[in-house]
Protein backbone atom coordinates (compact mmCIF):
# COMPACT_ATOMS: atom_id res chain seq x y z
CA UNK A 1 0.00 0.00 0.00
CA UNK A 2 2.62 2.59 1.02
CA UNK A 3 5.03 1.68 -2.36
CA UNK A 4 1.68 2.11 -4.12
CA UNK A 5 1.29 5.60 -3.12
CA UNK A 6 5.08 6.09 -3.29
CA UNK A 7 4.49 5.20 -6.66
CA UNK A 8 1.66 7.29 -7.49
CA UNK A 9 3.53 10.32 -5.52
CA UNK A 10 6.44 10.01 -7.83
CA UNK A 11 4.04 9.48 -10.86
CA UNK A 12 1.96 13.10 -10.20
CA UNK A 13 5.89 14.72 -9.79
CA UNK A 14 5.73 18.06 -12.67
CA UNK A 15 8.32 16.78 -15.44
CA UNK A 16 9.68 18.12 -18.42
CA UNK A 17 10.97 16.32 -21.29
CA UNK A 18 12.11 13.92 -18.79
CA UNK A 19 13.44 16.09 -16.05
CA UNK A 20 11.43 17.64 -12.67
CA UNK A 21 10.14 20.74 -13.96
CA UNK A 22 12.20 22.80 -11.35
CA UNK A 23 15.67 21.93 -13.95
CA UNK A 24 13.30 24.73 -16.38
CA UNK A 25 13.18 27.08 -14.11
CA UNK A 26 16.76 27.12 -12.78
CA UNK A 27 17.93 27.25 -16.53
CA UNK A 28 15.96 30.26 -16.99
CA UNK A 29 17.22 32.02 -13.82
CA UNK A 30 20.77 30.74 -14.60
CA UNK A 31 20.73 31.97 -18.20
CA UNK A 32 19.02 35.64 -17.86
CA UNK A 33 22.00 35.71 -14.54
CA UNK A 34 24.73 35.20 -16.62
CA UNK A 35 23.26 37.15 -19.25
CA UNK A 36 23.76 40.37 -17.18
CA UNK A 37 27.06 39.22 -15.48
CA UNK A 38 29.07 38.90 -19.10
CA UNK A 39 26.98 41.72 -20.49
CA UNK A 40 28.05 44.27 -18.42
CA UNK A 41 31.37 42.73 -18.69
CA UNK A 42 31.46 42.91 -21.97
CA UNK A 43 31.62 46.52 -21.96
CA UNK A 44 33.29 47.16 -18.89
CA UNK A 45 36.81 47.24 -20.02
CA UNK A 46 35.81 49.86 -22.89
CA UNK A 47 33.92 51.82 -20.41
CA UNK A 48 36.53 52.59 -18.43
CA UNK A 49 39.43 53.00 -20.82
CA UNK A 50 37.04 54.62 -23.27
CA UNK A 51 34.78 57.14 -21.20
CA UNK A 52 34.33 56.79 -17.42
CA UNK A 53 38.44 57.19 -16.50
CA UNK A 54 38.93 60.62 -18.79
CA UNK A 55 38.68 63.53 -17.58
CA UNK A 56 35.41 65.08 -17.05
CA UNK A 57 33.98 61.98 -16.54
CA UNK A 58 36.53 60.85 -13.93
CA UNK A 59 36.48 63.78 -11.89
CA UNK A 60 32.52 63.24 -11.24
CA UNK A 61 33.20 59.61 -9.60
CA UNK A 62 32.64 59.31 -6.37
CA UNK A 63 35.67 57.80 -4.60
CA UNK A 64 37.90 58.44 -7.70
CA UNK A 65 40.89 59.72 -6.38
CA UNK A 66 40.98 57.66 -3.33
CA UNK A 67 40.58 54.50 -5.55
CA UNK A 68 43.31 55.73 -7.69
CA UNK A 69 46.35 56.41 -5.92
CA UNK A 70 45.33 53.17 -3.71
CA UNK A 71 45.63 50.62 -6.65
CA UNK A 72 49.07 53.23 -7.95
CA UNK A 73 50.49 52.33 -4.27
CA UNK A 74 49.27 48.75 -4.24
CA UNK A 75 50.43 48.45 -7.90
CA UNK A 76 52.59 50.70 -9.07
CA UNK A 77 54.81 51.94 -6.39
CA UNK A 78 53.37 54.87 -6.16
CA UNK A 79 53.62 55.96 -9.59
CA UNK A 80 50.49 58.13 -11.19
CA UNK A 81 48.44 54.97 -14.02
CA UNK A 82 47.53 55.86 -17.07
CA UNK A 83 43.90 55.10 -17.96
CA UNK A 84 44.79 51.68 -19.36
CA UNK A 85 46.39 50.08 -16.86
CA UNK A 86 44.17 51.64 -14.27
CA UNK A 87 41.39 50.26 -16.29
CA UNK A 88 43.08 46.91 -16.48
CA UNK A 89 43.62 47.23 -12.49
CA UNK A 90 40.19 47.86 -11.70
CA UNK A 91 38.70 45.28 -14.23
CA UNK A 92 40.86 43.11 -12.57
CA UNK A 93 39.87 43.66 -8.96
CA UNK A 94 36.38 43.63 -9.73
CA UNK A 95 36.80 40.14 -11.76
CA UNK A 96 38.58 39.05 -8.00
CA UNK A 97 36.33 39.96 -6.05
CA UNK A 98 33.00 38.45 -7.82
CA UNK A 99 34.86 35.10 -6.89
CA UNK A 100 35.90 36.24 -3.62
CA UNK A 101 32.66 36.51 -2.50
CA UNK A 102 30.68 33.47 -2.97
CA UNK A 103 33.02 32.06 -0.06
CA UNK A 104 31.09 34.25 2.18
CA UNK A 105 27.86 33.40 0.60
CA UNK A 106 28.47 29.81 0.54
CA UNK A 107 29.19 30.40 4.55
CA UNK A 108 26.30 32.05 5.25
CA UNK A 109 23.86 29.93 3.11
CA UNK A 110 24.93 26.81 4.45
CA UNK A 111 25.38 27.91 8.13
CA UNK A 112 22.30 30.07 8.50
CA UNK A 113 19.99 31.46 5.82
CA UNK A 114 19.91 28.25 3.25
CA UNK A 115 20.54 28.42 -0.54
CA UNK A 116 17.05 29.58 -1.58
CA UNK A 117 16.60 32.98 0.58
CA UNK A 118 20.84 33.22 -0.67
CA UNK A 119 19.70 33.46 -4.42
CA UNK A 120 16.97 35.57 -3.81
CA UNK A 121 18.81 38.57 -2.05
CA UNK A 122 22.00 37.88 -4.31
CA UNK A 123 19.73 38.33 -7.52
CA UNK A 124 17.87 41.55 -6.22
CA UNK A 125 21.11 43.43 -5.06
CA UNK A 126 22.60 42.57 -8.83
CA UNK A 127 19.64 43.99 -10.48
CA UNK A 128 20.37 47.33 -8.21
CA UNK A 129 23.89 47.09 -8.95
CA UNK A 130 23.37 47.02 -12.89
CA UNK A 131 20.71 49.85 -12.73
CA UNK A 132 23.61 51.65 -10.34
CA UNK A 133 25.99 51.55 -13.11
CA UNK A 134 23.90 53.81 -15.51
CA UNK A 135 24.87 56.62 -13.22
CA UNK A 136 28.70 57.33 -14.14
CA UNK A 137 29.20 58.64 -11.05
CA UNK A 138 28.41 55.46 -8.56
CA UNK A 139 30.67 53.14 -10.33
CA UNK A 140 32.51 52.12 -7.66
CA UNK A 141 29.31 51.85 -5.69
CA UNK A 142 27.65 49.71 -8.59
CA UNK A 143 30.76 47.53 -8.34
CA UNK A 144 30.65 46.88 -5.33
CA UNK A 145 26.62 45.88 -5.15
CA UNK A 146 27.33 43.55 -8.03
CA UNK A 147 30.08 42.04 -6.19
CA UNK A 148 28.05 41.27 -2.94
CA UNK A 149 25.00 40.29 -4.68
CA UNK A 150 27.23 38.02 -6.72
CA UNK A 151 28.32 36.46 -3.60
CA UNK A 152 25.11 35.20 -2.17
CA UNK A 153 23.90 34.34 -6.01
CA UNK A 154 26.85 32.30 -7.58
CA UNK A 155 27.20 29.23 -5.15
CA UNK A 156 24.29 28.76 -4.01
CA UNK A 157 22.00 28.60 -7.68
CA UNK A 158 23.74 25.65 -9.35
CA UNK A 159 23.99 23.41 -6.11
CA UNK A 160 19.65 23.51 -6.47
CA UNK A 161 20.52 21.39 -9.78
CA UNK A 162 21.60 18.33 -7.79
CA UNK A 163 18.81 18.73 -5.15
CA UNK A 164 16.19 17.86 -7.58
CA UNK A 165 17.03 14.12 -7.84
CA UNK A 166 17.45 11.07 -5.47
CA UNK A 167 21.23 9.51 -4.95
CA UNK A 168 22.15 7.49 -7.48
CA UNK A 169 19.16 9.18 -10.34
CA UNK A 170 21.18 8.62 -13.86
CA UNK A 171 19.33 12.04 -14.84
CA UNK A 172 21.49 13.70 -12.91
CA UNK A 173 24.72 13.89 -15.73
CA UNK A 174 22.27 15.27 -18.62
CA UNK A 175 20.29 17.51 -16.28
CA UNK A 176 23.98 19.52 -15.42
CA UNK A 177 24.69 19.65 -19.35
CA UNK A 178 20.95 21.15 -20.05
CA UNK A 179 21.89 23.80 -17.05
CA UNK A 180 25.57 24.25 -19.07
CA UNK A 181 23.81 24.90 -22.56
CA UNK A 182 21.53 27.67 -20.09
CA UNK A 183 24.70 29.61 -18.97
CA UNK A 184 26.23 29.85 -22.17
CA UNK A 185 23.61 31.19 -24.25
CA UNK A 186 22.78 33.55 -21.60
CA UNK A 187 26.61 33.82 -22.23
CA UNK A 188 26.59 34.25 -26.02
CA UNK A 189 23.25 37.15 -26.10
CA UNK A 190 24.50 39.15 -23.81
CA UNK A 191 27.45 40.63 -26.02
CA UNK A 192 25.44 41.00 -29.10
CA UNK A 193 22.87 43.16 -27.25
CA UNK A 194 24.44 44.52 -23.77
CA UNK A 195 27.05 45.39 -25.94
CA UNK A 196 26.06 46.59 -29.21
CA UNK A 197 23.52 48.96 -26.78
CA UNK A 198 26.79 49.96 -25.35
CA UNK A 199 28.30 50.51 -28.46
CA UNK A 200 25.87 52.32 -30.42
CA UNK A 201 23.69 54.20 -28.31
CA UNK A 202 25.81 54.91 -24.63
CA UNK A 203 27.18 52.21 -22.14
CA UNK A 204 24.43 52.79 -19.87
CA UNK A 205 21.94 51.40 -22.05
CA UNK A 206 23.90 48.50 -21.92
CA UNK A 207 23.89 48.26 -18.13
CA UNK A 208 20.20 49.14 -18.18
CA UNK A 209 19.69 45.70 -20.44
CA UNK A 210 22.11 43.53 -17.82
CA UNK A 211 20.10 44.75 -14.89
CA UNK A 212 16.71 44.17 -16.79
CA UNK A 213 18.09 40.73 -17.49
CA UNK A 214 18.65 39.69 -13.81
CA UNK A 215 15.30 41.26 -12.84
CA UNK A 216 13.85 38.51 -14.97
CA UNK A 217 16.08 35.93 -13.96
CA UNK A 218 14.93 37.01 -10.35
CA UNK A 219 11.12 36.57 -11.33
CA UNK A 220 11.68 33.10 -12.89
CA UNK A 221 13.28 31.94 -9.74
CA UNK A 222 10.38 33.15 -7.70
CA UNK A 223 7.76 31.11 -9.69
CA UNK A 224 10.13 28.31 -9.62
CA UNK A 225 10.13 28.34 -5.59
CA UNK A 226 7.18 25.40 -5.53
CA UNK A 227 8.51 23.17 -7.69
CA UNK A 228 12.20 23.14 -5.71
CA UNK A 229 12.79 20.94 -3.13
CA UNK A 230 13.77 22.35 0.49
CA UNK A 231 17.82 23.21 0.87
CA UNK A 232 19.88 21.34 3.37
CA UNK A 233 19.87 24.32 6.10
CA UNK A 234 15.34 23.88 5.84
CA UNK A 235 15.85 20.17 6.56
CA UNK A 236 18.26 20.72 9.81
CA UNK A 237 16.08 23.15 11.08
CA UNK A 238 13.44 20.62 10.36
CA UNK A 239 15.33 18.29 11.98
CA UNK A 240 15.14 15.75 8.78
CA UNK A 241 18.46 15.63 8.25
CA UNK A 242 21.26 15.28 11.17
CA UNK A 243 24.59 17.40 11.07
CA UNK A 244 27.69 15.21 10.59
CA UNK A 245 30.76 16.33 12.14
CA UNK A 246 33.88 15.74 8.75
CA UNK A 247 35.33 12.20 9.08
CA UNK A 248 39.77 11.60 8.75
CA UNK A 249 38.69 11.06 4.72
CA UNK A 250 36.35 14.56 4.49
CA UNK A 251 39.54 15.96 5.79
CA UNK A 252 41.76 14.21 3.35
CA UNK A 253 39.48 15.46 0.55
CA UNK A 254 39.15 19.27 1.47
CA UNK A 255 43.26 18.53 1.76
CA UNK A 256 43.39 17.95 -2.03
CA UNK A 257 41.18 19.86 -2.95
CA UNK A 258 42.88 23.11 -1.66
CA UNK A 259 46.51 21.97 -2.90
CA UNK A 260 44.13 22.62 -6.57
CA UNK A 261 43.55 25.23 -5.58
CA UNK A 262 47.50 27.35 -6.26
CA UNK A 263 47.95 26.03 -9.66
CA UNK A 264 44.48 27.16 -10.75
CA UNK A 265 44.58 30.44 -9.83
CA UNK A 266 47.39 30.91 -12.47
CA UNK A 267 45.02 29.27 -15.03
CA UNK A 268 42.48 32.18 -14.31
CA UNK A 269 44.95 34.82 -15.03
CA UNK A 270 45.62 33.88 -17.99
CA UNK A 271 42.31 33.27 -19.34
CA UNK A 272 40.38 35.88 -18.13
CA UNK A 273 42.56 38.63 -20.49
CA UNK A 274 40.04 37.63 -23.17
CA UNK A 275 37.76 40.48 -21.23
CA UNK A 276 40.69 42.68 -20.34
CA UNK A 277 43.72 42.62 -23.17
CA UNK A 278 41.92 40.96 -25.56
CA UNK A 279 38.94 42.84 -25.75
CA UNK A 280 41.73 45.78 -26.35
CA UNK A 281 43.67 44.01 -28.88
CA UNK A 282 40.28 44.03 -30.83
CA UNK A 283 39.30 47.22 -30.72
CA UNK A 284 42.77 48.82 -31.82
CA UNK A 285 45.06 46.35 -33.51
CA UNK A 286 42.32 44.08 -35.34
CA UNK A 287 40.79 44.35 -39.02
CA UNK A 288 37.44 43.92 -37.96
CA UNK A 289 36.03 43.96 -41.76
CA UNK A 290 34.02 40.73 -42.07
CA UNK A 291 35.62 40.63 -45.75
CA UNK A 292 38.37 43.26 -46.60
CA UNK A 293 37.47 44.87 -49.62
CA UNK A 294 34.26 43.09 -50.34
CA UNK A 295 32.01 43.04 -47.04
CA UNK A 296 33.52 45.77 -45.23
CA UNK A 297 30.69 45.82 -42.16
CA UNK A 298 32.96 46.00 -38.95
CA UNK A 299 32.76 43.40 -36.14
CA UNK A 300 31.54 45.01 -33.24
CA UNK A 301 34.40 45.25 -30.35
CA UNK A 302 32.07 43.56 -27.99
CA UNK A 303 30.82 40.99 -30.38
CA UNK A 304 34.18 38.98 -30.03
CA UNK A 305 33.14 38.71 -26.53
CA UNK A 306 30.25 36.35 -27.66
CA UNK A 307 32.96 33.97 -29.99
CA UNK A 308 34.13 32.05 -26.73
CA UNK A 309 30.14 30.72 -25.19
CA UNK A 310 29.08 30.14 -28.79
CA UNK A 311 32.11 27.45 -29.15
CA UNK A 312 31.36 26.11 -25.85
CA UNK A 313 28.53 25.32 -26.99
CA UNK A 314 29.60 24.01 -30.15
CA UNK A 315 32.83 22.10 -28.99
CA UNK A 316 31.33 20.17 -25.56
CA UNK A 317 29.49 17.00 -27.44
CA UNK A 318 32.59 16.54 -29.48
CA UNK A 319 34.97 17.08 -25.99
CA UNK A 320 32.16 15.21 -24.37
CA UNK A 321 32.04 12.13 -27.11
CA UNK A 322 36.30 12.31 -27.34
CA UNK A 323 35.94 10.90 -23.82
CA UNK A 324 33.42 8.40 -24.51
CA UNK A 325 35.11 6.70 -26.90
CA UNK A 326 38.81 7.20 -24.99
CA UNK A 327 36.94 5.34 -21.74
CA UNK A 328 35.13 2.59 -24.00
CA UNK A 329 39.18 1.98 -24.90
CA UNK A 330 40.20 2.60 -21.19
CA UNK A 331 42.58 5.56 -22.34
CA UNK A 332 40.30 8.91 -20.92
CA UNK A 333 42.83 11.02 -18.76
CA UNK A 334 42.63 11.42 -15.35
CA UNK A 335 41.10 14.27 -13.61
CA UNK A 336 43.80 16.20 -13.07
CA UNK A 337 45.80 15.26 -16.58
CA UNK A 338 42.51 16.81 -18.46
CA UNK A 339 43.27 20.33 -16.20
CA UNK A 340 47.04 20.06 -17.28
CA UNK A 341 45.65 19.77 -20.81
CA UNK A 342 43.35 22.46 -20.45
CA UNK A 343 46.42 24.72 -19.19
CA UNK A 344 48.66 23.31 -22.41
CA UNK A 345 45.92 24.71 -24.70
CA UNK A 346 45.24 27.99 -22.57
CA UNK A 347 48.96 28.46 -23.34
CA UNK A 348 48.41 27.19 -27.19
CA UNK A 349 46.04 30.01 -27.50
CA UNK A 350 48.72 32.99 -26.40
CA UNK A 351 51.14 31.80 -28.85
CA UNK A 352 48.24 31.68 -31.80
CA UNK A 353 48.14 35.63 -30.63
CA UNK A 354 52.16 35.71 -30.85
CA UNK A 355 52.09 34.69 -34.65
CA UNK A 356 49.25 36.89 -35.47
CA UNK A 357 51.42 39.95 -34.68
CA UNK A 358 54.65 38.37 -35.73
CA UNK A 359 52.56 37.75 -39.55
CA UNK A 360 50.85 41.22 -39.44
CA UNK A 361 53.77 43.12 -38.95
CA UNK A 362 53.26 46.51 -37.98
CA UNK A 363 49.52 46.13 -39.89
CA UNK A 364 46.22 45.48 -38.11
CA UNK A 365 45.77 41.61 -37.86
CA UNK A 366 42.94 39.69 -39.25
CA UNK A 367 39.77 38.57 -36.95
CA UNK A 368 40.50 35.28 -38.19
CA UNK A 369 43.24 34.95 -35.76
CA UNK A 370 41.00 36.07 -32.65
CA UNK A 371 38.66 33.56 -34.26
CA UNK A 372 41.45 31.28 -33.44
CA UNK A 373 42.94 32.53 -30.23
CA UNK A 374 38.90 31.97 -28.95
CA UNK A 375 38.62 28.67 -30.45
CA UNK A 376 41.68 27.39 -28.35
CA UNK A 377 41.14 29.13 -25.16
CA UNK A 378 37.72 27.22 -25.87
CA UNK A 379 38.62 23.91 -26.12
CA UNK A 380 41.33 24.24 -23.17
CA UNK A 381 38.32 25.98 -20.59
CA UNK A 382 36.35 22.84 -21.38
CA UNK A 383 39.31 20.44 -20.59
CA UNK A 384 40.23 22.48 -17.06
CA UNK A 385 37.12 24.31 -15.73
CA UNK A 386 33.86 22.30 -15.41
CA UNK A 387 36.08 19.32 -14.68
CA UNK A 388 37.64 21.42 -11.62
CA UNK A 389 33.88 22.52 -10.47
CA UNK A 390 32.13 19.06 -11.16
CA UNK A 391 35.10 17.36 -8.94
CA UNK A 392 34.64 19.47 -6.61
CA UNK A 393 31.09 19.02 -6.27
CA UNK A 394 31.66 15.42 -6.17
CA UNK A 395 34.34 14.95 -3.32
CA UNK A 396 33.27 18.20 -1.31
CA UNK A 397 31.34 16.76 1.64
CA UNK A 398 27.95 17.26 1.64
CA UNK A 399 28.58 19.22 5.07
CA UNK A 400 30.36 22.26 3.45
CA UNK A 401 29.27 22.01 -0.62
CA UNK A 402 29.09 25.59 -0.79
CA UNK A 403 31.81 26.60 1.11
CA UNK A 404 34.44 24.54 -0.77
CA UNK A 405 32.60 25.60 -3.76
CA UNK A 406 33.16 28.90 -2.68
CA UNK A 407 37.08 27.74 -1.92
CA UNK A 408 37.33 26.83 -5.34
CA UNK A 409 35.75 29.67 -7.29
CA UNK A 410 38.31 31.55 -5.06
CA UNK A 411 40.86 30.53 -7.66
CA UNK A 412 39.39 32.65 -9.97
CA UNK A 413 39.84 35.70 -7.09
CA UNK A 414 43.27 35.30 -6.73
CA UNK A 415 43.80 34.71 -10.80
CA UNK A 416 41.96 37.65 -11.97
CA UNK A 417 43.94 39.93 -9.24
CA UNK A 418 47.21 38.77 -10.88
CA UNK A 419 45.42 39.55 -14.03
CA UNK A 420 44.67 42.73 -13.78
CA UNK A 421 48.23 43.03 -12.64
CA UNK A 422 49.67 41.47 -15.51
CA UNK A 423 47.22 43.00 -18.02
CA UNK A 424 48.48 46.70 -16.55
CA UNK A 425 51.67 46.26 -18.77
CA UNK A 426 49.57 45.84 -22.10
CA UNK A 427 50.40 48.86 -23.33
CA UNK A 428 53.63 49.22 -21.77
CA UNK A 429 55.16 46.18 -23.49
CA UNK A 430 56.06 45.14 -27.19
CA UNK A 431 52.37 42.93 -28.36
CA UNK A 432 54.58 39.52 -28.73
CA UNK A 433 56.60 39.94 -25.14
CA UNK A 434 53.15 40.60 -23.48
CA UNK A 435 51.92 37.85 -25.14
CA UNK A 436 54.40 35.42 -24.46
CA UNK A 437 54.50 36.25 -21.01
CA UNK A 438 50.78 35.33 -20.74
CA UNK A 439 51.92 31.72 -22.21
CA UNK A 440 54.52 31.44 -19.79
CA UNK A 441 51.96 31.84 -17.08
CA UNK A 442 49.93 29.03 -18.22
CA UNK A 443 52.74 26.87 -18.89
CA UNK A 444 53.28 26.65 -15.23
CA UNK A 445 50.10 24.96 -13.80
CA UNK A 446 50.23 22.47 -16.89
CA UNK A 447 53.47 20.97 -15.16
CA UNK A 448 51.88 21.62 -11.73
CA UNK A 449 48.70 19.34 -12.28
CA UNK A 450 50.72 16.79 -14.38
CA UNK A 451 52.78 16.28 -11.37
CA UNK A 452 49.86 16.35 -9.15
CA UNK A 453 48.59 13.20 -10.58
CA UNK A 454 51.43 11.31 -8.47
CA UNK A 455 49.83 12.39 -5.07
CA UNK A 456 46.36 13.31 -5.34
CA UNK A 457 44.83 10.73 -7.84
CA UNK A 458 44.44 7.91 -5.25
CA UNK A 459 42.48 10.47 -2.82
CA UNK A 460 40.31 12.09 -5.70
CA UNK A 461 39.24 8.95 -7.50
CA UNK A 462 38.24 7.41 -4.32
CA UNK A 463 36.36 10.25 -3.39
CA UNK A 464 35.04 10.82 -6.74
CA UNK A 465 33.12 7.25 -6.85
CA UNK A 466 30.87 8.15 -4.07
CA UNK A 467 27.09 9.49 -5.15
CA UNK A 468 27.81 12.91 -6.30
CA UNK A 469 25.42 15.57 -4.20
CA UNK A 470 25.67 16.89 -7.92
CA UNK A 471 28.61 18.15 -10.25
CA UNK A 472 28.69 21.71 -11.30
CA UNK A 473 29.28 22.85 -14.69
CA UNK A 474 29.92 26.57 -15.16
CA UNK A 475 32.04 28.06 -16.95
CA UNK A 476 33.59 30.68 -14.79
CA UNK A 477 35.06 32.27 -15.58
Request: charge should be neutral; charged fraction near 10%; hydrophobic fraction near 50%.
Amino acid sequence: MSAAGGAAKQRKEPELFGHPIGLSYLFGTEMWERFSYYGMRAILILYLVNYALLPPTADTIVGYETMKHFFEVVFNGGLPLDPQPLSSIIYGNYTAFVYLAPLIGGIIADQWIGQRNSVIIGAIIMAIGEFTLMLPQFLFLGLLLLIIGNGFFKPNISTQVGNLYKPGDNRIDSAFSIFYVGINVGAFFSPLICGSLGETYGYHWGYGAAGVGMLLGTLIYLFALRTLPRDRATRLKAHTEVKKPLAATDWKAIFALVLLFFPGCLFWAVYEQQGNTISLFAQDLTDRRLIPGLINWEIPVTWFQAFNPALIVAFTPLVVGFWAWQAKRNKEPSVLTKMSLGNLMLAGSYVVMMAAVYFSGNSQVSWLWLLLFFAVITMGELYFSPIGLALTARVAPAQVLSMMMGVWLMTSFAGNLLQGYIGSYFSRMDKISFFLLCACVAVVPTVVFWVFNIPLKSILHKESEKVPTGPIIEPER
